[in-house]
């Protein structure tokens, strides 16, 4: 009986500073992750688009590039053009880009373009709803 009387004391607890707020209930994003991985001039890309908080976390990495190399990376959400820079990779070869954005009317649509200054490039497209 000590045992039912502590386990039911602890969960009184427990709904009692979930509800003020005194402890994290578990992370809730609005949508789920979307990605496309795929392969430019021998480096890996990996382009994902996630919901947060009602805004847009877009994320570009590119791994295993040749150390110095440099990337033009290209950004567009609704055909907006919103990030054009080029990108030095690191030591590793890598490059990491992430970006917010606001969320719009209807679906979101999230472009990319990768290309080795210099050489080959690639486009992908994800569609948020």
Known sequence: ???MRRTTAALGATALL???GLVAGP???DGPEKDREFRVAGAEVDFSVSK???RFEVEVDIDDAEP???WRVVLWHDGRRYHSKVHRADGDGDVEIEKGRR???GA???KVRVKLVGGAGATRTIRMR
């Open 52 to 54: 947060d908080d009602g």
């Open 18 to 20: 979930t509800s003020l």
């Open 103 to 105: 969320n719009t009317r």
């Open 1 to 3: 009986m000590t045992t």
């Open 68 to 70: 110095g190399s440099r």
């Open 108 to 110: 979101d649509t999230f």
């Open 27 to 29: 992370a809730h994003a």
